[in-house]
């Protein structure tokens, strides 16, 4: 068996890291794998090693085909004994867009989480549909890191959010809830490392300050909005060291999103021990089902806002999550008050997520790979 994989490992992007863990979890099996790019945007981020020689062999006598990429892009060859279909959704169906008629002209289609293969069903997806969750290198949860430097990350207990500054992220949820349930005089503080798009780290930090003000004047909890607490902005582009010195650094990762393929932050927050809340929705629903963090419920309604994308999907056909905020403040006193009071508590609790991440290593990935293929000829 041999796999040509085409994936956008070479942006430096969510589906960038992704399609690096897939092929790598790959080749820690023993899988011959020979990897292709298709860029997707203008950005490029530092790329392992390992990564550069694979992209360097040969593609002749693969007889596997798996396109990691978005099914605008799916092209079947009937030179490959199998072609695969990998790839994301992260609302509850995509039937005005060409995504069914793309996927249904591949052999098998992988989806990413159970949601994901749900929503492809109910698209009309009718070729044979597997879950092949995403990889993680979980090395590096056992690594140490130096703290950062900022008093209020050392001296307060620190909620934080790490994602694009994107309507389906629904970052306005977490500021409500935080405002919502934390009163000025205790000892939390609200971290928000974010980015956009085609704005500078600046004008990234401006437009998310502008967000903050915002909602806080319609919350209308205090007369002035120097009683609010104020929250700690991180817009420059960090390296994967210091993500992971700002993961060791903080110590609750919340992520209130409308829909989430994976959400790789909020996975790599419970490898660490971080007792991630999020939507109950996508990858978070699978792999916080077992502890190591929380999943809020919400409630369905039409997908809204998102101007940014193809013009064909995240349409108001589909739908999108809407967290319950007053449980999101529940689950975010919850965890807070058990770090005060209940240190045995707590120390399970982060010991079930850092169990949890084991499930989803290179290895196992990779094996549950290996074990789908065993049947290509």
């Not at 897939?22 to 945007?41: A, E, F, T």
């Not at 490959?80 to 996927?103: C, G, P, V």
């Not at 209130?256 to 109950?280: L, N, Q, R, V, Y």
Request: glycine share 6%; hydrophobic share 35%.
């Amino acid at each position: 068996m041999k796999v040509l994989y085409i994936g956008c490992y070479r942006d430096h992007t969510g589906w960038g890291q992704a399609a690096i863990d897939y092929i790598l979890s790959m080749d820690s099996v023993g899988i011959d794998v020979v990897c292709r790019p298709l860029k997707l945007n203008q950005t490029q981020g530092d790329l392992p090693h390992r990564i550069l020689e694979l992209e360097g062999g040969f593609s002749d006598g693969c007889n596997v085909c798996i396109q990691h990429v978005l099914p605008h892009y799916m092209d079947y060859n009937g030179k490959f004994d199998k072609n695969i279909a990998l790839y994301a959704t992260e609302t509850s169906h995509f039937k005005r867009s060409a995504w069914t008629q793309r996927i249904n002209t591949m052999d098998e289609a992988w989806a990413i989480n159970n949601q994901s293969k749900e929503a492809s069903l109910n698209s009309g997806v009718n070729i044979p549909i597997k879950v092949i969750p995403h990889a993680c290198d979980t090395k590096k949860f056992d690594k140490r890191y130096n703290l950062l430097e900022p008093q209020e990350l050392l001296d307060n207990f620190v909620f934080y959010f790490i994602g694009d500054l994107t309507h389906r992220k629904n970052l306005p949820a977490l500021l409500k809830a935080f405002h919502l349930e934390f009163d000025t005089n205790e000892n939390v503080e609200l971290l928000i490392k974010t980015s956009q798009y085609g704005l500078s780290p600046d004008e990234c930090a401006e437009k998310v300050r502008s967000l903050c003000v915002d909602v806080k004047k319609n919350l209308k909890l205090y007369t002035s909005l120097e009683k609010y607490k104020e929250e700690l902005i991180v817009t420059d582009r960090l390296t994967e060291e210091d993500i992971c010195r700002l993961h060791t650094t903080c110590d609750c990762f919340v992520m209130p999103s409308h829909g989430e393929a994976w959400c790789i932050p909020a996975f790599d927050a419970m490898g660490f021990g971080k007792t991630p809340i999020c939507t109950d929705v996508g990858g978070a629903s699978d792999f916080l089902k077992n502890g190591g963090g929380s999943l809020v419920p919400g409630h369905q309604e039409p997908v809204f806002g998102m101007t940014e994308t193809f013009e064909d999907i995240f349409t108001g056909d589909e739908d999108w999550t809407r967290v319950d905020i007053r449980k999101l403040q529940l689950e975010m006193r919850k965890v807070y008050e058990t770090y005060k009071s209940d240190e045995s508590s707590y120390t399970k609790l982060q010991e079930q997520g850092r169990e949890a991440v084991e499930n989803f290593s290179y290895e196992k990935v990779g094996q549950l790979i290996k074990d789908e293929l065993e049947n290509v000829s």
